[in-house]
């Protein structure tokens, strides 16, 4: 649906079209405050895409109901700039890693990012798209840390596993380490070279 017929569209319409995605009135507020924003523009996300990256941000900040997540979403898949998108799933990941970065902030979350590797938007979309399937498959609120490939350097799965190990009794150790056996990958610019 394209920003004109949403902006027709009154407010019980629109939710009434999105309730079944849940939260739906603040939704449509946020939605309506969005297409309000892209019609200021003349509805020409070209033009608006022109912008640098800074001005941009700041611009879709100001728009309610735009938070950084979102703001860099939308920065990294439609406008393709290089600005890495810091979701839950990858502060959980980098948390339980044990990786260092600035701060509990989502800002210190990203100069870990950006400040590591080089700006490449289509690396840096494919980055998170996998942070995104690890979490939703192995690093999940309850880790699967004993499948997954991280173990070797992640600072909680190394944590639970003796106790793990203790509990199951069942998995083979590496000769001399005391360590489950797992493909570890190599380490990099703060582990993050993917
Ligand atoms: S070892 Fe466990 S906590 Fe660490 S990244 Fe893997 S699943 Fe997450």
């Known amino acids: 649906m394209s920003p004109q017929a949403l902006r027709r569209l009154s407010v019980a319409e629109l939710e009434a079209l999105i309730r079944p995605s849940g939260y739906y009135t603040v939704k449509t507020h946020k939605l309506k405050a969005l297409v309000s924003w892209v019609g200021a523009h003349d509805d020409d996300l070209a033009?608006?895409?022109?912008?640098?990256?800074?001005?941009?941000?700041?611009?879709?900040?100001?728009?309610?109901?735009?938070?950084?997540?979102?703001?860099?979403?939308?920065?990294?898949?439609?406008?393709?700039?290089?600005?890495f998108v810091i979701d839950a799933y990858t502060r959980r990941l980098v948390d339980r890693v044990g990786i260092p970065h600035e701060g509990a902030g989502y800002s210190g979350y990203q100069r870990l990012f950006s400040l590591n590797l080089?700006?490449?938007?289509?690396?840096?979309?494919?980055?998170?798209a996998l942070i995104v399937e690890h979490g939703k498959r192995t690093c999940r609120k309850m880790p699967l840390c004993l499948s997954c490939l991280l173990l070797d350097v992640c600072e909680y799965g190394l944590s639970q596993t003796a106790e793990t190990l203790l509990i199951q009794g069942a998995r083979k150790q590496q000769p001399g380490t005391g360590r489950p056996r797992s493909n570890r990958p190599a380490r990099g610019t703060g582990g993050l070279t993917p």
């Open 47 to 83: 033009a608006i895409f022109v912008e640098n990256t800074e001005q941009l941000r700041e611009e879709l900040l100001a728009v309610y109901g735009i938070g950084e997540e979102t703001a860099d979403s939308i920065l990294l898949y439609a406008a393709g700039r290089p600005v």
């Open 118 to 128: 080089p700006p490449d938007a289509a690396m840096f979309n494919e980055y998170h």
